[in-house]
């Protein structure tokens, strides 16, 4: 087998990219088996992801991403610990692994352990010199650095089962939306996909959005329409169901459309089917706040004018290859291995 060169992986990711549009050539069994195996994973929502990345691996920016890139001539093995809260979720760590000429480790989640291997086998076939740079393991053992992928319980565990290698601990992160009262209907239904895909399971989706004080509710609501049939999905009724009946016994007060509740709250972090929101009177300290929460929210979706960086609205299920969980640089945290 060939030695993998830095630009036999651009070639092979850009061809991946190509291929990737037609998610079901890639996928194939591995679709339904998914989607057997996750009620999460839904049809529409494989190929959302699928697509997602097909959009990410394109020439341009795969050509841009690779001038960030160091190819290392001496190759670690780095553990991954993926996530499986939405589909392919992990597969950008895979890639930033291979794309700096490291060897993945990988520990895929038992909520998605058939989509990431079908895409890898894939790439394998594309470029056969990937076979001996990916691994799959149960237990992470003789590694030289781990990127782990959990909640906030679980990063206790991986700060201390990881703490003698160059790590990567990712905890709980949320996103949130801001709104200056001005947004046409149009915008507000795009706010809708930051919402609503992949269920709101994803870090990237909204879970807390800050409205202007006196902004009608009733706007916000007009926006979002299309999305009622998400409340088809039984998973997603249910916890729509249970959290309005907690609502209703506790008397506690809230805003209900028929698929999203609404309830004011200071967390970031909502219950699914629910939205918790405030009311801010000046932007400049609403700035302010969200800059003193920076570690532990994923995305800002507004058009508002914040130091922060922000997505437009729609885009925060769009992120591009440097857009790296927990502003965490993925790229550089491997380029710096020893």
């Avoid at 565990?157 to 905890?171: C, E, L």
Wanted: overall charge negative; proline content about 3%; glycine content about 4%.
């Amino acid at each position: 087998m060939s030695a993998l060169t830095q630009e036999k992986i651009i070639i092979a990711l850009k061809k991946l990219g190509r291929k990737l549009t037609n998610p079901t050539d890639i996928l194939g069994n591995a679709l339904s088996i998914a989607q057997n195996s996750n009620a999460w994973f839904t049809l529409e929502n494989i190929n959302k992801s699928i697509l997602s990345f097909s959009e990410m691996l394109n020439d341009a920016e795969i050509d841009h991403w690779f001038k960030t890139i160091s190819f290392t001539s001496t190759p670690k093995k780095v553990g991954l610990i993926l996530a499986g809260n939405i589909p392919m979720v992990g597969f950008h760590d895979v890639l930033c692994v291979l794309a700096t000429g490291n060897i993945a480790l990988v520990k895929l989640s038992s909520s998605d352990d058939k989509l990431i291997k079908a895409v890898i086998t894939e790439l394998i076939n594309i470029e056969p010199a990937f076979l001996d740079r990916i691994e799959y393991v149960e237990r992470l053992k003789d590694f030289d650095a781990v990127i782990a992928t959990g909640s906030n319980n679980s990063s206790r565990y991986f700060d201390y089962y990881f703490s003698k290698v160059p790590n990567i601990i990712r905890k709980n992160r949320n996103s949130v939306a801001v709104l200056d009262g001005t947004e046409s209907k149009e915008e507000i239904e795009n706010l809708g996909h930051d919402i609503f895909d992949y269920f709101g399971l994803g870090c990237r989706n909204v879970s807390k959005i800050y409205f202007p004080k006196g902004y009608d509710i009733a706007n916000f609501y007009e926006g979002i329409e299309k999305f009622l049939p998400v409340i088809n999905h039984f998973k997603y009724q249910n916890n729509y169901d249970y959290n309005k009946s907690i609502y209703l016994v506790n008397a506690a007060k809230h805003f209900d459309n028929g698929f999203l509740l609404l309830k004011e709250d200071e967390s970031l972090t909502s219950p699914l089917a629910v939205l918790f929101y405030e009311e801010y009177e000046n932007i400049q300290d609403l700035d302010q706040k969200l800059n003193l929460q920076s570690e532990n929210i994923q995305c800002i979706i507004t058009k508002a004018n914040l130091s922060a960086n922000t997505f437009a609205f729609g885009e925060s299920q769009h992120p591009k290859l440097w857009d790296y969980a927990d502003n965490v640089n993925t790229v550089e945290f491997l380029n710096n291995l020893a």
